[in-house]
C-alpha cells in the first residue's frame, strides 16, 4: 500500500484520511492486475476481510527490501462497491462509459478490483501480486494482467478528492484501457506525419506550435480547460510487447480527483472535439479494454472488516450509477514518439 506520507484531504473535524500511494514515485517496474468477484457472500467475505490485511500483507514484502519503492495501489468497481460496501458510495463512481465514433470504439469490459503494483525490482511486484493472489484468488477471476519497465502539492490538488465529497476525501478514480498498436501501419508514416498526429517532434520532444499543430493531434483533444484553467490528470502508461505474437501497445492508466476529466479527453479522441475530428492516433491503436475504479483512501481499506451488514442488499442488483456529463506521461514509447500533454510531472 505504500500510503502517502503526506497525510491526505483535512476533513471538518480536523483529521485526515491518508490516501494510497498515487503519487508514489515512477519505478523501473510495475504489474497491474483487473479481476472480477466470484458471487456469493463467502466470496464478498474474503474480499472484505482481505482489505483490512492487505497494509499487512503488503508490509511484510516492503521489509524485504526497503529501497526497492515498492507500493500498491486497490481500486473498486462500481458494481464490486455496491456489493462490498452498499452505502454511501463515492459521488461519481459509475461503470465506465462506452464510447463509440465511426468505426472507433472506446470499450467497457468486466473488472471488479484493481491493484496497481510498483517497484524498483520486478521479484518484488511478482511476490506481492503472488501474495494478494494467495488470499483472493478464491473469490475473483483474474480478468486482466500486465507489467511494464517505464522510463508536491499540484499532484496532489489534481488526483485526490476534496470536501467535495467529503466522506471520501483523500480517494481517487482510476480508468484503465489496454490498446493494441498497429506498428506496420505507424511505420509506414513519415517522421512528419507521426508528429502531425501526436503533435510533438519526435527527436525534441518538443510541441508543435499551434499554427501547425493539427486540431485532431493527440495533445491538442486531451487538453482540457475549465474557466481558463487547465485540469490535469496523473498518467502511468505502461507500454507492453509480445514480439512472438507480434502484439504490441500501452496500458493506459490515469488517475484524477473526478472520472469527469479523463471521461472528456476520451470523448474527444473517440468521437471528436468538434464531432467528426477524432484523434488520428485511433487509426493506428485500439481499446480492446476500459474500466473505471474508485481508489479509497488507505484508512478507509484499514477499516473494512468482514461484516457484511454494512453493505444493505448485497444479494440485491443495484442500479448503476448514472455518469456525470464530462468536465469543460510522456508516451511511453510504444509509438516511439514524445509525451502527452496533460498530465502531471513526476519527480
Not at 125 to 146: H, K, N, P, W, Y
Not at 289 to 318: I, M, R, Y
Request: glycine share 10%; net charge negative; hydrophobic share 40%.
Amino acid at each position: 500500500m505504500a500510503a502517502n506520507a503526506a497525510g491526505g484531504p483535512q476533513l471538518a473535524d480536523g483529521t485526515h484520511n491518508l490516501p494510497q500511494a498515487v503519487v508514489a514515485p515512477l519505478t523501473r517496474a510495475a504489474i497491474f492486475l483487473v479481476v472480477t468477484a466470484k458471487p456469493g457472500a463467502g466470496c464478498r467475505s474474503v474480499i472484505r476481510s482481505f482489505c483490512a490485511d492487505l497494509s499487512a500483507i503488503f508490509r511484510a514484502v516492503e521489509f524485504r527490501d526497503l529501497e526497492a519503492a515498492l507500493s500498491c495501489i486497490m481500486g473498486i468497481g462500481s458494481e464490486a462497491w455496491d456489493q462490498l460496501f452498499g452505502q454511501p458510495r463515492p459521488a461519481e463512481l459509475h461503470p465506465f462509459r462506452e464510447l463509440r465514433g465511426g468505426s472507433r470504439h472506446a470499450v467497457s469490459t468486466p473488472g471488479d478490483l484493481l491493484f496497481h503494483i510498483r517497484s524498483k525490482r520486478m521479484d518484488m511486484c511478482f511476490e506481492l501480486a503472488t501474495q494478494i493472489m494467495a488470499r483472493i484468488g478464491e473469490a475473483v477471476s483474474v480478468v486482466v494482467d500486465g507489467t511494464e519497465n517505464p522510463r508536491g502539492d499540484e499532484v496532489a490538488e489534481a488526483v485526490f478528492i476534496g470536501d467535495a465529497d467529503s466522506a471520501f476525501a483523500g480517494g481517487s478514480y482510476v480508468i484503465v484501457q489496454k490498446y493494441l498498436h498497429d506498428l506496420n501501419a505507424w511505420n509506414a508514416l513519415s517522421t512528419e506525419e507521426q508528429e502531425k498526429v501526436i503533435g510533438r517532434y519526435k527527436l525534441s520532444d518538443i510541441e508543435l506550435d499551434d499554427s501547425v499543430k493539427p486540431t485532431n493531434a493527440h495533445n491538442a483533444l486531451t487538453v482540457i480547460e475549465e474557466n481558463g484553467k487547465q485540469l490535469q490528470i496523473l498518467r502511468d502508461n505502461m507500454p507492453f510487447g509480445q514480439p512472438g505474437s507480434d502484439e504490441f501497445g500501452t496500458y493506459f492508466i490515469g488517475y484524477c480527483r473526478t472520472p469527469r476529466v479523463t471521461e472528456q479527453m476520451l470523448e474527444n479522441m473517440f468521437i471528436g472535439r468538434p464531432p467528426g475530428n477524432y484523434d488520428r492516433i485511433l487509426d493506428f491503436s485500439r481499446a480492446v479494454t476500459g474500466g473505471l475504479f474508485f481508489v479509497p483512501a488507505a484508512t478507509f481499506l484499514d477499516n473494512v472488516t468482514d461484516d457484511e451488514s454494512v453493505a444493505s442488499n448485497a444479494d440485491a442488483p443495484q442500479p448503476p450509477a448514472e455518469p456525470a456529463p464530462p468536465a469543460g506521461r510522456e508516451n511511453d514509447g510504444s509509438l516511439g514518439i514524445g509525451s502527452l500533454k496533460g498530465e502531471i510531472e513526476r519527480e
